[in-house]
């Protein structure tokens, strides 16, 4: 199918995904989600491919939700009423993400921050740019991270290191994320795509039915509850998104100052 906001290609039984709003430093949009759900769908149905690789035009990886398509800050209404709707399974994409059968690579060549963090950490393997930046900005924002940031990310980095990064909201480098083992390696940035390809196009040649088991294998010696966590995400959203910290702290995002939190 054609896409508006991302670049689908296939070569040598590897998929490249990558988000192309790099106007944007590749923040999401609806029509994002929904096309990298779709391709991800596609790839996975397709039996010439073997693998995925995720990454973003331009400078940057991707910086998140585009600011222009969240919710707004809530009105004196809605913050009396403590009602603003919010789903309560996981996004499509981050069950397609979390779902995904085949090996599945991001290639981070610049800013992976907030769900763009997320994206990364839901892949298996993350490859970065020397230029790469992470960061789960979340709580600066009077918000909770994502499924990845609370489920993966202490798995990844260990539990310590995760609830720095989570109750912080620190953005750190490339060299620091290989250091606590957040991504596997570290290059120039014309190195990335390359070693990214050469990794993906190993595991095409590996047995695809033992690949998927060994993949599934994994996920269940984790052993989460995907529908529980989508939830209990729903419920901690609902909750946030009524406070008077996340009007604070998204009005200050619009207008580039600290944000001053009250508890409430």
């Keep these: 199918m054609a896409y508006k906001e991302i670049i689908y290609t296939v070569e040598d039984m590897v998929a490249t995904i990558t988000l192309n709003r790099p106007e944007r430093m590749n923040a999401l949009t609806m029509v994002t989600y929904q096309e990298a759900e779709q391709a991800l769908r596609e790839a996975e149905a397709d039996n010439g491919v073997r693998a995925v690789i995720f990454t973003g035009a331009g400078r940057g990886f991707c910086s998140g939700d585009d600011v222009r398509e969240l919710p707004g800050p809530p009105t004196e209404e809605q913050l009396a009423q403590r009602k603003i709707p919010?789903?309560?399974?996981?996004?499509?994409?981050?069950?397609?993400?979390?779902?995904?059968?085949?090996?599945?690579?991001?290639?981070v060549n610049g800013a992976a921050v907030g769900w763009g963090m997320d994206l990364a950490l839901m892949c298996d393997i993350r490859i970065a740019s020397d230029k790469a930046r992470f960061g789960e900005v979340y709580v600066l924002r009077g918000l909770v991270a994502d499924i990845a940031g609370w489920l993966l990310l202490p798995m990844i980095v260990g539990l310590s290191k995760a609830y720095e990064l989570l109750l912080t909201g620190d953005i750190i480098d490339a060299q620091e994320a290989e250091r606590i083992g957040l991504v596997s390696k570290v290059v120039p940035p014309d190195d990335l795509m390359p070693a990214a390809k050469e990794l993906a196009t190993r595991m095409t040649q590996l047995p695809p039915v033992a690949v998927r088991m060994t993949k599934e294998a994994v996920k269940k010696g984790l052993d989460y509850n995907l529908a529980a966590l989508g939830e209990y995400h729903a419920h901690a959203l609902g909750v946030l998104f009524g406070t008077e910290d996340f009007r604070e702290g998204s009005t200050a995002v619009l207008e580039r100052r600290q944000p001053v939190f009250k508890g409430r």
């Design 86 to 107: 919010v789903k309560g399974r996981p996004t499509p994409l981050a069950a397609a993400l979390l779902s995904f059968e085949k090996p599945l690579i991001a290639a």
